[in-house]
């Protein structure tokens, strides 16, 4: 194995709609695998063509995602950062595999399911295989972990399933990933359903904090979070919308639950709600700043495409000459 660092990669769908259970479950975390690990993370442009986009929103996106990824604080220095179809090789490694993957297994694929039902028009074969374009981008980069939601855990079980039928063929081809799940992520909930995650799509917006709401926007929505009939703001079972503003609280402040408690012991749940809110929009209000600079600057961010995308294909090369060789295509 050429590797002498080991390797951490994830992929995010260009959506400039992140929510806050976004930054505090996965986006927040990625600059911390950078001490440890040589990081990837790559703006999935050709997963995000699997479902109709419109060509211009789509490149918007690319750049928005980019934007408010580095806003968040992945610093370019420290981490490769770039657009999946800048490197060829992601689709050329994704056909390879197509032919080491069985179509029993992608039928089983939980998201699958759920797209084709949602987009019963157009059940097209990218969908299909979306999962092995997924294993593609991993086994790309010969990566140790990926971080992920619960609900990519499926498909990176696939990409070692693949990867290990691959390696059965041909012996120390491709590194067994490991997924990362991030705990606090999946339990920032919908304030409106606090038994539901916060999902980016909700069609309730009240439901939803978004890293680019404003301020009175974040206030707004946390007034109107759902909670209980109790008035004391505790963490217990049945309370879930009010443990769920404690755990958005928690993140924001490191504080832990019992010191919340106590900070909020004889309040109701208006002051507790307006402090919540105020929080969350103070921690956003550095990153929306960014946000809108690096934005402002698009040739800034197309040279930082290019930089990733050249950081990136130097590992896709690597790997690329290695299983053409060992598959039997003629190297010339
Ligand atoms: N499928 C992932 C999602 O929807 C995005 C993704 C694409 C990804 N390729 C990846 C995540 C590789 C981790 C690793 O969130």
Redesign the pocket.
Known sequence: MFKDQKIC?????PSGNLTIGNYLGAIRNFSLYSEQYKTFY?V?DE?AITVRQVPAELRRRTYETLALYMACGLDPEKNTLYV?SHVPEHAELAWILNCYTMYGELSRMT?FKDKSAKHADNINAGLFT??V???A??LLYQ?DV????I??KQ??EL?RDIANRFNSVFPDALTIPEPIISKSGMKIMSLAEPTKKMSKSDENVNAVVYILDDKDTVIRKFRRAVTDSDTCVRFAEGKDGINNLMTIYSCFTGKTMEEIEHEFDGKGYGDFKLAVGEVCADALAPVQARYTELLADKAGLEAQMKRGAEEASYYARRTMSKIRKKIGFVSL
Do not use: E, K
Request: aromatic share 8%; net charge negative.
């Open positions: 990669f994830s992929g995010v769908q790559c999935v997963h999946q998201q979306y999962p374009l997924m294993a981008d991993i990566t990926v971080p992920v939601g609900d990519q498909h990176v990409a």
